[in-house]
């Protein structure tokens, strides 16, 4: 019933201001056929920029809330002027609120307006035709619905209320009093009224009080703060540089403060008081990346501050609210935690990116996303390679092509698109990782220095406006002179991506490579520049050239049949590629000629799924350890060995170099990845001084392989000291730790668990990551066979499946219940799921 872990599993928190991504490491290779892709049918509806009857201007709020009935009391007073022709009335959206009234002001007077609600958009009756020389001032005073009703609305939307009170009475373990928002793509309307479109921008004021204990945060900079006669502070924030509603944010909560600072730019940091202490270390570098980005798009971050809050419960992996975005709690940890969370930074130089590209300039719609997330990728991208050098790079460029073409098996739609039911469907691998692809094919295309020159001019030229795909294609023609509708029209206007096969053939002195374009419509038939490198007698001459016909062959005169015909993936990410005829020898060519991230990818992965003996390239792999290699190669051979026989040629020598991994790797991943593979050789046993030495490593990766190994094959006695180091474990409140201890107590069937696993479950189950618990709770009443533990459980999964309001949560608790025994009432409920 239970598959050991001994597969490294990336949990891949994506940022993406929205996505929240878990993926197993074993990748869809780049070269791994889709199964036929469903192509979007333009049936649906047709999403155009929001049509701009009134501009808004600036927008005052004056807010408190309610914790008992989680609500938001809100004066709300909006400047606004035609857009062009003249209005005698104004529309704005306004989802659920309570609206008290609604005054016009005019000249220091104040006049009740006569409206219409429909619960969605309040329709004003202006008293006059204003043209767009007019100003139009209204104050609207409303409340937010009670949580109830956000929750609802959350459960259909699947992400997000706008604004959500968390642990609102304030009792209870493991949780603190916040409330904050999330307004992408619509739901700050849920909370303000405005126009809620992200052709919209204005300026801002936000009043915001609370009771004195709690810290706030919004938009702008704290221009003053005020302490009221009810034991109550309004803090008063300030935004003078206009900027779309999504953008718009509040958080409250008992938060530690963390003051850095950038050229006399605030920049703080809020985090859980128990976290005051590594604050610097989990945003470690944002100061830098500061440095960096401005510099490298030659445009100053243009913003009055930079704030990073981290919340509890946030649905989504971080907003980026301008100056003040939101990250979701599993970015922060104590300092052992921080060890493994090797892509925090990822998440960090996302968001902060979108300050220029989605904040400064924005999309004009949300069928234009990837203007927004396309480029907040790519800044991700950018920073590793100038931090953490171009493998850093890479491998995150290879995770957003594992994430595109996965996506791509499901469905292949155009990254620009209008017709769609929801703007949540925009927030993809498509608008995400193709958009950044076709970015660094672009970069790869044009050169460095012309993409970085457009970048830079394209901020300048549409600073503080929205813009759509075509403004940003000018731009790069433009600054290159050469025309891009080529390149625009296949990669982001069309579906699909090109599927290539190749073979090449020498007679003659002459080299023939064939290559046919395979993929069928709606995508195109793709125009590729391409580099091709061919080897003979070692040394690589390289050829430039342009795929583009459905079938095509290239020649060159060569002295001998070549080693090898290669061509450069850095120009096709975005492509699967079949070259069958590539030996093992070839292989074995390209891995020890190339030093490119993607080459030696491409063998590692062709040698850990071609094999058929596991052990065949056993040469390969080994020498792949012993070559000091970059560490997620390092992981990929330790995993082949997995297993690895007595007999092997090697044994004694892998057994060794795992060893002496689990102590001096630097990686604590690596060191992980060792403690599995050596205890699934064929004597597990043998290592225990490897595991009990591993106990105390410092990251809770490490600790917690080592702790199930030691735990499964220590032979020791029960009551003994093995008893005693298991127990001291119990106390880790870190998901590896829970789980390898968990997974470890049902192996044994050991039947006092319950309490300990059932505490830890419902303690952390909502934490980001932590859901799983709900599994392995189920998986141990399921072995120990406890009836009353059973009901207990089946209690806790239907409460979460009815009143849980977080998605994520629930589905976890869904596919528990389908591990429990099918009893009447278990079926009765995943039967009531299925219908709702
Ligand atoms: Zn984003």
């Known amino acids: 019933m239970f598959k050991q872990l001994t597969k490294r599993y990336l949990t891949i928190l994506f940022f993406g201001c929205f996505a929240c991504v878990v993926f197993k490491s074993e990748v869809v290779g780049i070269s791994n056929l889709p199964a036929k892709p469903v192509y979007q049918q333009n049936n649906s509806p047709y999403q155009p920029a929001s049509t701009k009857l009134h501009d808004l201007i600036h927008t005052k709020l004056e807010v408190k809330f309610d914790w008992d009935t989680q609500q938001l009391h809100g004066i709300a007073t909006i400047q606004v002027k035609p857009h062009f022709y003249p209005q005698k009335q104004l529309l704005l959206d306004a989802r659920d609120l309570i609206i008290h009234s609604v005054v016009l002001l005019t000249n220091e007077e104040k006049k009740e307006a006569a409206y219409t609600y429909n619960n969605q958009q309040i329709n004003i009756d202006l008293d006059r035709l204003y043209t767009k020389e007019d100003a139009i001032l209204v104050e609207i005073n409303y409340t937010t619905q009670s949580n109830q009703q956000g929750a609802k609305d959350s459960f259909k939307l699947g992400s997000n209320q706008g604004l959500c009170f968390i642990h609102a009475r304030g009792t209870g373990p493991n949780k603190l009093q916040q409330i904050w928002t999330q307004g992408e793509p619509n739901t700050n309307s849920y909370w303000f009224p405005t126009i809620d479109s992200p052709n919209q921008r204005c300026t801002q004021e936000t009043y915001i009080t609370v009771q004195d204990n709690f810290k706030t945060l919004s938009n702008g900079t704290l221009v003053y703060t005020t302490l009221n006669d009810d034991q109550t502070r309004t803090d008063y924030w300030r935004m003078d540089l206009p900027h779309a509603p999504y953008l718009f944010m509040l ?85 052992r935690a921080l060890l493994d969370n090797i892509d925090r930074e990822e998440i960090i130089a996302h968001e902060l990116f979108h300050h220029w590209f989605g904040n400064l300039v924005t999309c004009e719609s949300w069928g234009q996303l990837t203007l927004n997330e396309a480029f907040a990728t790519l800044g991700s991208h950018l920073w590793y390679g100038h931090k953490h050098g171009s493998y850093e790079r890479d491998r995150l460029i290879l995770k957003s092509i594992e994430h595109y073409l996965k996506e791509a098996q499901l469905r292949q739609v155009s990254v620009i698109r209008d017709h769609y039911i929801s703007p949540i469907e925009m927030f ?57 509708n080529w390149f625009f029209n296949q990669w982001f206007l069309a579906p699909g991506h090109p599927i290539l096969q190749t073979e090449h053939t020498y007679a003659n002195d002459k080299l023939v490579l064939k290559v046919w374009q395979k993929q069928s419509a709606p995508s195109p038939i793709y125009r590729l520049p391409v580099a091709v490198d061919v080897w003979v007698k070692g040394v690589k001459e390289r ?17 001998q049949r070549p080693e090898l015909v290669y061509i450069d993936r850095n120009s096709l990410l975005v492509a699967e590629l079949k070259h069958p005829q590539t030996t093992t020898q070839a292989y074995r060519y390209l891995y020890s000629h190339y030093e490119d991230f993607f080459a030696k990818y491409e063998v590692i992965n062709y040698f850990n799924t071609a094999k058929i003996d596991r052990f065949d390239y056993e040469d390969f792999f080994k020498e792949v350890l012993e070559d000091d290699s970059y560490w997620m190669f390092k992981i990929m051979a330790i995993e082949a060995f997995e297993g690895y026989h007595q007999q092997g040629k090697y ?114 189950y909502t934490h980001l990551g932590y859901e799983s618990l709900l599994t392995y709770l ?26 849980e309001k977080m998605v994520r949560i629930r589905s976890a608790a869904y596919h528990a219940l389908q591990r429990m025994p099918k009893t009447k009432a278990v079926k009765k409920l995943l039967a009531d799921i299925k219908e709702d």
């Open 428 to 484: 993809d691998s498509h608008s995400y990782h193709k958009g950044a692809l076709i970015l660094h094919m672009l970069k790869t295309y044009l050169g460095e220095e012309a993409f970085l020159q457009s970048l830079s001019q394209y901020l300048k030229k549409y600073a503080f406006s929205s813009t759509d795909i075509h403004q940003l294609r000018k731009v790069f023609e433009e600054v290159s002179g050469q025309d891009l």
């Open 251 to 335: 958080a409250v909560g008992e938060f530690a403060e963390i003051q850095d600072d950038w050229n006399e730019i605030p920049v703080t940091y809020y985090v859980e008081p128990a976290y005051e202490k590594q604050a610097l270390t989990i945003f470690k570098h944002t100061t830098e990346m500061l440095d960096f980005f401005s510099d490298k798009l030659d445009y100053p971050y243009p913003w009055p501050k930079y704030s990073q809050v981290i919340v509890r419960d946030y649905m989504v992996g971080a907003m980026e609210n301008t100056t003040a975005v939101v990250l979701t709690e599993n970015i922060q940890g104590d300092d």
């Open 651 to 764: 044994h004694t020598i892998i057994e060794n170099i795992l060893t002496d991994l689990t102590i001096q790797d630097a990686h604590s991943w690596v060191r992980e990845a060792a403690i599995n593979t050596l205890s699934s050789l064929p004597n597990p046993d043998s290592y225990l001084d490897v595991y009990e030495k591993s106990l105390a490593d410092s990251s809770y990766r490490v600790a917690s392989a080592a702790l199930y190994a030691y735990g499964m094959y220590s032979n020791e006695e029960q009551g003994s000291i093995k008893d005693t180091i298991l127990l001291s474990f119990e106390e880790y409140e870190d998901i590896h730790m829970i789980t390898s201890l968990a997974k470890y107590y049902t192996h044994i069937k050991k039947t006092d668990k319950y309490e300990w696993l059932k505490k830890k479950t419902t303690d952390f």
């Open 778 to 803: 189920v998986d141990y009443v399921c072995v120990i066979g406890n009836l009353a533990q059973q009901e207990e459980t089946f209690v806790l999964l239907e409460h979460i499946l009815k009143e």
């Open 543 to 559: 050829h430039h050239i342009t795929i583009d016909k459905p079938y095509q062959e290239f020649s060159w005169s060569v002295s």
